[in-house]
């Protein structure tokens, strides 16, 4: 199993400035994941962080707004760049498969999250 | 791209039996995923398929149909704790690549009465 920790757990951000967010997790991963779940609704996945390359986005978010590094294989930063209200949500860090393991039915294990209130 | 279904919400009483179904379209389909997920936490593994069939796991048993698209938690002699969000997920693996990310349908909050 893989235990994460993300800081900061919650922060209330002004329009227009910009919120970094860490991901730790306790043993070496391939992939780690950041996905955003907005009040009552489900998780969405934002983009695929791997060491060594450029984060990989999904649909509808781009670098420039949620710029990521990956500098080794237990850490991860998510940044929410120019934020306004419609960002405000729960950003949740999540670790994949351990390294040099191909595996798919290994779960992914969940951060606790961070809340970002906008104002 | 992924298309996953599920009901937003369910009441069940305590003891009882629930069924939550799950259909599903991706084209990289490389496992199916159930996670409860309690307000205000994070969400935590229930289940994985891969194959078709039952997997049983203590009052928690999950089923996949694979060429159906479709997936259920059967959660058993329900408690008040059971009351959650169920996560209905599934990994799809883009092509050329042994690994793959997990999408998640809306969730599925149950009530559980006494």
């Known amino acids: 199993s893989a235990v994460i920790s993300q800081k900061p757990s919650r922060d209330i951000c002004q329009r227009g400035t910009s919120l970094t967010i860490q991901c730790q997790v306790d043993s070496q991963v391939t992939m780690m994941f950041w996905y955003r779940q907005q009040p009552g609704q489900s998780l969405t996945l934002i983009a695929t962080a791997n060491q060594g390359s450029e984060a990989t986005y999904e649909s509808g978010f781009v670098i420039d707004k949620f710029p990521i590094s990956r500098p080794n294989l237990t850490f991860s930063t998510l940044t929410v760049s120019n934020m306004s209200p419609e960002d405000s949500s729960i950003y949740l860090c999540s670790a994949g498969e351990p390294e040099g393991s191909a595996d798919p039915s290994y779960e992914q294990y969940f951060g606790p999250g961070t809340r970002l209130t906008v104002t | 791209g992924q298309n996953i279904d599920q009901p937003t919400e369910m009441t069940a009483t305590e003891g009882a039996i629930v069924q939550i179904n799950c259909t599903y379209q991706?084209?990289?389909?490389?496992?199916l995923f159930w996670y409860q997920q309690h307000a205000g936490e994070a969400p935590t593994f229930l289940s994985y398929n891969v194959l078709d069939g039952l997997e049983e796991k203590g009052r928690f048993s999950s089923f996949l149909s694979r060429s159906k698209g479709y997936s259920y938690l059967l959660l058993k002699e329900l408690q008040m704790k059971d009351s959650a969000s169920y996560l209905c997920a599934v990994r799809d693996r883009e092509r050329g690549s042994t690994l793959g990310r997990l999408y998640f349908g809306r969730g599925t909050q149950l009530t559980v009465w006494p």
């Open positions: 991706t084209s990289g389909f490389n496992g």
